[in-house]
C-alpha cells in the first residue's frame, strides 16, 4: 500500500468530516482495515447517492483494505429518520428481502465479492429476532436521550413528530457496528454526512460494550455548485436500475451537468488519474463538452458496464450531431386506443413520461422549449394522429438535451 487512500479521498474531495483524522489516516496506512457501510432496502434499486459510497469502497479496496456491505435488512423495517421531515411507509418482510436481493447485484458491479476480498452481510440476522427487554438492558442503557435529542437527525423531526419506533434507529446502527466488530473485526464505519451522528453512537457503544477504539468518517453528498442535492430527474430518483432508468437517460444526465461542476464529478465519481483530471480544469466554454462526454461515459461504464456506455454514448452523439434518430434513444409507445382519431400534444408528452404533469408541458410549450420532428410546438391544441406514430413514430424534444421516440404499440 504506497499511496495512503485516505490522501485520495481527501484530494477528489470525497471526505466530509472524520472522527480522528490522523489517526484514520495512520491506521489507513500502515494496515489493512476492515470497514462498513450500511444500505438499507427502502427501494428495490440503490440510487446514485449510493454509488458516490461504492465508489468510496472501491477506492479503499483497490488501496487492500477490506469493505462489508451491509444490506439493512433488519434497520430496513424500522426506517431511518436521518434527512427526512415525515416518517418512512413501513414495508412488509417480502418487500425488505426482495429489495435486499437487487442491492447484492447492484454492489457487485463495483465492488469485487470473491473471497476474502468483501463480505455482504444482512444485519437482519442479529436484529430481527432480538429479545428486546435483553436489548434494553444490555444496549439501550449505554445511550442517553438528552444526547440523542441533540443529535441533528432527531432535532429536524421533533417539530413534527418522530415515532418511537423511529428513535429506535440510532441504538440498532450503533449495534451494528459493535456486531460488526465482534465478527469481522470492523473498526471503521463509512457514511453520508447525514449519517454522522448514527456513527459516533457506534463508535460509543464499542468504547463502552469493548474497551476499544473504533473510527468513524463521512462523505461529500452529491451536490451542485449551488449546494442542490443531486440526482433527481424529471422522472423522479437516478436508480442504477436500468429497468428504472435507462443507460442512454443515465448517461445523458451526467453528459448535461453544468460546467462549473463536470470536473469536481469527475474526482467524485470516477476513477480517472487526477492528472488528467487537472488538465481539463484548464478547459472552459465549448471544450467542457468533451470532458461532459467523458464523465457520461466513465459513470455509465462503472454502473451499466462498457457496452452499454458506449451505446449511450452513439446513441447521444447520433441524436445531437443532425436532430438524428438512434436505435438507442429512449422510447415510449402508446396504444392505439388512447390515441383515437388524434392524442393532445400535452397530453401525449406527459402520459409518455417526457414531462411530469400537464401544466409543465404547458410551461415549456409556452416557453418555445418543446419540439416535435424539430419543429416548434407554439399550439396547446395540437394533436398527433395515428399515423403519425406508426413506424419510426415522432422525436420528441424537451429544451436541448432530453429526446424521446415516441411509437405506436
Not at 457487485?108 to 435483553?134: C, H, P, Q, T
Not at 443532425?322 to 406527459?350: F, R
Request: glycine share 10%.
Amino acid at each position: 500500500m504506497s499511496e495512503n487512500v485516505f490522501d485520495t479521498l481527501k484530494e477528489r474531495g470525497l471526505i466530509a468530516q472524520t472522527t480522528h483524522e490522523e489517526e484514520i489516516r495512520e491506521l489507513l496506512g500502515k494496515e489493512k482495515v476492515t470497514f462498513y457501510i450500511g444500505f438499507d432496502p427502502t427501494a428495490d434499486s440503490l440510487h446514485i447517492g449510493h454509488f458516490l459510497q461504492m465508489v468510496v469502497m472501491r477506492h479503499m479496496q483497490l488501496a487492500g483494505h477490506r469493505p462489508i456491505a451491509l444490506v439493512g435488512g433488519g434497520t430496513g423495517m424500522v426506517g431511518d429518520p436521518s434527512g427526512r421531515t415525515d416518517m418512512r411507509q413501513m414495508m412488509t418482510v417480502e418487500t425488505i428481502n426482495h429489495n435486499c436481493e437487487c442491492f447484492k447485484k447492484q454492489l457487485s458491479s463495483v465492488i469485487d465479492f470473491s473471497e476474502g476480498k468483501a463480505i455482504m452481510v444482512n444485519n437482519a440476522d442479529w436484529l430481527r429476532n432480538l429479545n428486546y427487554i435483553e436489548f434494553l438492558r444490555d444496549i439501550g442503557v449505554c445511550f442517553s436521550v438528552n444526547e440523542m435529542l441533540r443529535a441533528k437527525c432527531f432535532q429536524t423531526r421533533l417539530e413534527k413528530g418522530l415515532s418511537f419506533i423511529e428513535f429506535n434507529y440510532m441504538l440498532m446502527q450503533s449495534y451494528d457496528f459493535l456486531q460488526l466488530y465482534k465478527q469481522y473485526g470492523a473498526k471503521l464505519e463509512l457514511g453520508g454526512d447525514d449519517q454522522w451522528s448514527n456513527i459516533l453512537g457506534g463508535i460509543d457503544l464499542i468504547r463502552r460494550k469493548e474497551n476499544a477504539q473504533a473510527y468513524g468518517m463521512t462523505f461529500t453528498l452529491l451536490t451542485n455548485s449551488e449546494g442542490k442535492k443531486m440526482g433527481k430527474t424529471a422522472k423522479g430518483a437516478l436508480w442504477l436500475d436500468p429497468e428504472k432508468v435507462s443507460p442512454y437517460d443515465f448517461y445523458q444526465y451526467w453528459r448535461n451537468v453544468g460546467d462549473d461542476d463536470v470536473c469536481r464529478f469527475l474526482k467524485l465519481v470516477t476513477f480517472l488519474p487526477m492528472e488528467e483530471i487537472k488538465e481539463y480544469e484548464k478547459l472552459e466554454g465549448a471544450a467542457l463538452n468533451e470532458v461532459k462526454e467523458r464523465l457520461g461515459f466513465e459513470v455509465t461504464k462503472l454502473v451499466h458496464g462498457e457496452e452499454e456506455a458506449r451505446r449511450a454514448q452513439d446513441a447521444a452523439r447520433a441524436v445531437f450531431s443532425a436532430g438524428g434518430v438512434s436505435a438507442d434513444m429512449p422510447t415510449a409507445e402508446i396504444e392505439e386506443s388512447k390515441v383515437g382519431d388524434g392524442i393532445n400534444v400535452v397530453d401525449l408528452v406527459v402520459d409518455c413520461g417526457l414531462l411530469p404533469s400537464k401544466s409543465e408541458a404547458k410551461r415549456l410549450i409556452k416557453q418555445g422549449g418543446l419540439t416535435i420532428n424539430d419543429n416548434k410546438v407554439t399550439d396547446f391544441d395540437m394533436t398527433i394522429t395515428a399515423d403519425e406514430l406508426k413506424g419510426d413514430g415522432i422525436i420528441a424534444r424537451r429544451g436541448k438535451k432530453a429526446y424521446l421516440k415516441i411509437t405506436l404499440k
